[in-house]
């Protein structure tokens, strides 16, 4: 069965240092895969998602994340975190081709110290 | 950005009682999707409706569960009998081409069972 793992639960990174957020999945095909961030009282909002191609993926907010098979992960990246970053980021795997589910992590908690 | 939108932000009923959550999809969206939350757990797939039927549903959705797109523009998630457990953010979502495209998720529904 497909599943997601993030392995850490809290994190603080200082404002302006790099941030780099764990991810690994289980899933028996080509993985989609997807990266989303929820501030509070928001919804989820797509960071950035992969399904093939490049495995350097860019999204919205100046992150990326890289695709690497062999370690079954997709870390999200950000070489410059800002204040405005603090949130919760939910990384996701494509439950079927059909695309009819998501299956997500429990959640990484950013904090941004100044 | 177009929004998806769910009333009420917060519910709070007693242990038996029928609540029904409410999500206005984005309008030209085809596929629709709950969601749940259980504080400090993974957000979990309820169910996906497709062309005025349910096109997968997760264990979680059992009997007590149902969905319905009554009037063309709102999806509803109705519990028959709450229970204690069933105490969650639930979250709507929809998408133009299913859940491997871009899902655009509500706010969510703080649902209380007391």
């Known amino acids: 069965a497909q599943s997601v793992t993030q392995p850490d639960i809290h994190i603080t990174v200082s404002e302006g240092a790099s941030l780099e957020l764990r991810c690994n999945y289980s899933?028996?095909?080509?993985?989609?895969l997807f990266w989303y961030v929820q501030s509070p009282g928001q919804g989820l909002q797509l960071l950035l998602k992969?399904?093939?191609?490049?495995?350097l993926v860019q999204g919205i907010k100046g992150f990326e994340a890289e695709f690497k098979r062999s370690q079954s992960s997709f870390n999200l990246r950000k070489p410059s975190v800002h204040w405005s970053d603090a949130a919760e980021y939910f990384c996701a795997v494509g439950a079927n081709q059909a695309g009819t589910a998501l299956i997500f992590g429990k959640g990484t908690t950013l904090s941004v110290s100044s | 950005e177009p929004e998806v939108t769910q009333t009420p932000s917060h519910q709070v009923t007693q242990m038996g009682q029928e609540v029904i959550l409410r999500c206005v999809p984005i309008?030209?969206?085809?596929?629709f999707y709950w969601y749940r939350q259980i504080l400090g757990q993974k957000v979990e797939f309820l169910v996906s409706f497709y062309n005025n039927e349910i096109s997968e549903k997760s264990e979680i959705f059992d009997d007590q569960f149902s969905v319905e797109r009554p009037d063309g523009s709102n999806f509803t998630l109705k519990i028959r009998s709450t229970k204690l457990e069933d105490s969650a953010m639930y979250f709507c979502?929809?998408?133009?081409?299913?859940?491997?495209?871009?899902?655009?998720f509500g706010s969510g529904t703080q649902l209380s069972v007391l």
């Open positions: 899933y028996g095909a080509t993985p989609y």
């Open positions: 979502a929809s998408s133009q081409q299913g859940a491997n495209e871009k899902l655009f």
């Open positions: 992969y399904f093939s191609g490049d495995t």
């Open positions: 309008s030209n969206h085809l596929y």
